[in-house]
């Protein structure tokens, strides 16, 4: 049977997480989608997988840097990513939850990435993510007192205990038919999957990933193998 919804799971920390937003609306409509949008709470995928962000590794920012430059440019629109960053994410995915924005969701959402990713604002102020859903014509009036509630903050958190549990190690995901799709440059994967093109054999994938392990970092540290 073809799949029936996507699932994306995003931070607005991530431009690449903007960039796959970009695509979704069309790629859904084209492909008779249902799309479920998921906020989730990026650095809390971080500690639990054990890894670091980019913003944490300094060339790595660089290169993040250059490469979205590169691809504003070549996609041809304007790249001003937020005031500050890292910034603090609450507010904003808070405000993007079904349970705060309901029928205006996907409109909160394309705002407060716009609003972040191509004009600078700042995304980690709650009086300046109100002013910038006001200037969508949003009618967001209890917004900023509903994000306070303690179960709008159980409900984010939900939503990253679940995306955890369903495998999400990084934003964007995109999860298809329980396939799970990292990154902004997928698109071309999940139409394979979807067209009933995908080349990947399930058992053959599954007998390499069951593998064992020669070694791994720790056992280095562990032994002092730093050198050769």
Known sequence: MKPTSLDFYFDYLSPFAFFSWLKLENFCGQNKLEL???????GKLLDHWG?????????????VGRYCK?????????????KYHPFNPLASLRLSLAQV???AQYAVIDAIFKAGWTEGEDLGD????????????????????KITETEIKNALM??????ITRGV?????????????????????IQLLLDGKDP???????????????????????????SS
């Open 70 to 82: 590169r691809y504003a440019s070549l996609a041809g629109f304007e790249y001003s990513p937020p």
């Open 36 to 42: 479920k949008a998921h906020p989730v709470v990026f």
């Open 200 to 226: 990947i054999d399930a058992a053959k994938l599954d007998s390499f990933t069951a593998r064992p392990r020669m070694i791994d970092r720790k056992a280095f540290k562990d032994k002092n193998c730093g």
């Open 101 to 103: 924005s309901g029928d």
């Open 126 to 145: 709650v009086a300046n993510l109100i002013a910038v859903l006001e200037r969508a014509n949003i009618d967001c009036a209890g917004f900023a007192e």
């Open 51 to 63: 890894h670091l962000g980019p913003a944490e590794i300094p060339p790595k920012s660089q290169w």
């Open 169 to 189: 190690f990084g934003v964007p995901t995109m999860i298809v038919a329980d396939q799970l799709y990292w990154g902004n440059d997928q698109f071309d994967h």
């Open 158 to 163: 939900s939503e990253t205990a679940n995306a």
